[in-house]
Protein backbone atom coordinates (compact mmCIF):
# COMPACT_ATOMS: atom_id res chain seq x y z
CA UNK A 1 0.00 0.00 0.00
CA UNK A 2 0.97 3.80 -0.96
CA UNK A 3 0.24 5.12 3.00
CA UNK A 4 3.65 4.38 3.98
CA UNK A 5 5.68 6.34 0.97
CA UNK A 6 3.39 9.51 1.60
CA UNK A 7 5.65 12.37 3.58
CA UNK A 8 5.75 16.23 3.84
CA UNK A 9 8.85 18.03 3.09
CA UNK A 10 10.30 21.20 2.27
CA UNK A 11 9.15 23.10 -0.94
CA UNK A 12 10.30 26.23 -1.90
CA UNK A 13 9.90 29.07 0.80
CA UNK A 14 11.43 27.77 4.03
CA UNK A 15 9.06 26.41 7.15
CA UNK A 16 6.22 25.15 4.40
CA UNK A 17 5.84 21.67 3.97
CA UNK A 18 3.64 20.31 0.96
CA UNK A 19 2.49 16.16 0.85
CA UNK A 20 4.64 14.47 -1.72
CA UNK A 21 4.25 10.58 -2.61
CA UNK A 22 6.79 8.31 -4.45
CA UNK A 23 8.62 12.37 -4.77
CA UNK A 24 6.11 13.69 -6.35
CA UNK A 25 4.58 16.77 -5.22
CA UNK A 26 0.68 16.48 -5.96
CA UNK A 27 -0.87 19.09 -7.45
CA UNK A 28 -3.07 21.62 -5.41
CA UNK A 29 -6.66 20.49 -6.33
CA UNK A 30 -5.67 17.09 -5.61
CA UNK A 31 -4.63 17.58 -2.12
CA UNK A 32 -6.77 20.10 -1.21
CA UNK A 33 -8.81 19.97 2.15
CA UNK A 34 -12.76 18.26 1.37
CA UNK A 35 -15.52 19.21 2.60
CA UNK A 36 -17.56 17.71 4.95
CA UNK A 37 -20.53 17.14 2.42
CA UNK A 38 -17.65 15.68 -0.08
CA UNK A 39 -16.68 12.74 2.13
CA UNK A 40 -19.58 9.32 1.06
CA UNK A 41 -17.27 6.14 1.63
CA UNK A 42 -19.82 4.27 -0.63
CA UNK A 43 -17.25 3.76 -3.09
CA UNK A 44 -19.40 5.07 -6.09
CA UNK A 45 -17.64 8.28 -5.78
CA UNK A 46 -14.53 9.12 -7.91
CA UNK A 47 -11.63 9.13 -5.66
CA UNK A 48 -7.77 9.39 -6.60
CA UNK A 49 -6.18 5.72 -7.55
CA UNK A 50 -2.49 4.95 -8.32
CA UNK A 51 -2.35 2.72 -11.35
CA UNK A 52 0.85 1.30 -11.96
CA UNK A 53 1.72 -1.31 -15.50
CA UNK A 54 3.34 -4.50 -15.64
CA UNK A 55 6.44 -4.69 -17.45
CA UNK A 56 6.66 -3.15 -20.66
CA UNK A 57 10.24 -3.60 -22.95
CA UNK A 58 9.44 -0.03 -25.24
CA UNK A 59 9.04 1.93 -21.60
CA UNK A 60 12.27 0.62 -20.47
CA UNK A 61 13.96 1.50 -23.58
CA UNK A 62 12.79 4.82 -24.12
CA UNK A 63 13.52 5.27 -20.20
CA UNK A 64 17.05 4.20 -21.16
CA UNK A 65 17.69 7.31 -23.48
CA UNK A 66 18.98 10.20 -21.00
CA UNK A 67 18.39 12.80 -23.76
CA UNK A 68 16.19 15.66 -23.93
CA UNK A 69 14.62 14.53 -27.10
CA UNK A 70 13.99 10.82 -25.19
CA UNK A 71 12.51 12.00 -22.51
CA UNK A 72 10.13 14.03 -24.46
CA UNK A 73 9.52 11.00 -26.42
CA UNK A 74 9.07 8.46 -22.78
CA UNK A 75 6.46 11.71 -21.99
CA UNK A 76 4.17 11.12 -24.77
CA UNK A 77 4.67 7.46 -24.93
CA UNK A 78 3.42 6.96 -21.10
CA UNK A 79 0.80 9.66 -21.57
CA UNK A 80 -0.87 7.69 -24.93
CA UNK A 81 -0.24 4.42 -23.40
CA UNK A 82 -2.16 5.43 -19.85
CA UNK A 83 -4.81 7.21 -21.81
CA UNK A 84 -5.79 4.11 -23.81
CA UNK A 85 -5.79 1.09 -21.16
CA UNK A 86 -7.98 4.07 -19.89
CA UNK A 87 -9.90 4.42 -22.76
CA UNK A 88 -9.93 0.28 -23.46
CA UNK A 89 -11.02 -0.61 -19.95
CA UNK A 90 -13.87 2.35 -18.83
CA UNK A 91 -16.43 4.60 -20.07
CA UNK A 92 -15.42 7.63 -21.49
CA UNK A 93 -16.48 10.53 -19.29
CA UNK A 94 -16.23 8.46 -16.25
CA UNK A 95 -12.99 8.70 -15.01
CA UNK A 96 -10.09 12.00 -14.62
CA UNK A 97 -6.51 11.01 -15.57
CA UNK A 98 -4.62 13.24 -13.32
CA UNK A 99 -1.02 12.59 -14.18
CA UNK A 100 1.26 10.02 -15.68
CA UNK A 101 4.33 8.94 -13.34
CA UNK A 102 7.59 8.76 -15.15
CA UNK A 103 9.91 7.07 -12.95
CA UNK A 104 7.65 4.59 -12.35
CA UNK A 105 5.67 3.44 -15.27
CA UNK A 106 2.19 4.28 -13.78
CA UNK A 107 -0.43 7.06 -13.28
CA UNK A 108 -2.40 8.77 -11.03
CA UNK A 109 -6.43 8.85 -12.28
CA UNK A 110 -10.02 9.77 -10.34
CA UNK A 111 -12.15 6.51 -10.35
CA UNK A 112 -15.03 4.99 -8.54
CA UNK A 113 -14.02 1.27 -6.35
CA UNK A 114 -15.94 -0.61 -9.16
CA UNK A 115 -13.81 1.21 -11.69
CA UNK A 116 -10.79 0.14 -10.20
CA UNK A 117 -11.67 -3.37 -9.97
CA UNK A 118 -12.37 -3.48 -13.64
CA UNK A 119 -8.50 -1.92 -14.15
CA UNK A 120 -7.27 -4.55 -11.83
CA UNK A 121 -8.69 -7.10 -13.87
CA UNK A 122 -7.10 -5.52 -17.24
CA UNK A 123 -3.94 -7.15 -18.18
CA UNK A 124 -1.57 -4.66 -18.75
CA UNK A 125 -2.16 -3.34 -15.11
CA UNK A 126 0.19 -4.37 -12.24
CA UNK A 127 -1.54 -2.71 -9.51
CA UNK A 128 -3.97 -0.14 -8.33
CA UNK A 129 -4.15 1.37 -4.82
CA UNK A 130 -6.19 4.13 -3.37
CA UNK A 131 -4.68 7.40 -2.23
CA UNK A 132 -4.24 6.80 1.13
CA UNK A 133 -4.23 10.38 2.83
CA UNK A 134 -2.07 11.08 5.98
CA UNK A 135 -3.92 13.11 9.00
Known sequence: MLAGVASS???RAANTF?????GFQLPKYIRGKKKKEEI?????????????????????RLRSNKTKRGAHEL??????????????????????????????DG??????????????SAEEVRIVEKNQELA
Do not use: C, W
Not at 41 to 57: A, I, Q, S, W
Not at 76 to 101: D, F, I, M, P, W
Open 40 to 60: VMDGTRPELHFVFMNYDPEYE
Open 9 to 11: IPH
Open 18 to 22: EPVLL
Open 107 to 120: FAVEITDDQANVLR
Open 75 to 104: DLYLSRKHEEVLAKNLQAGTYRKTLSLVIV
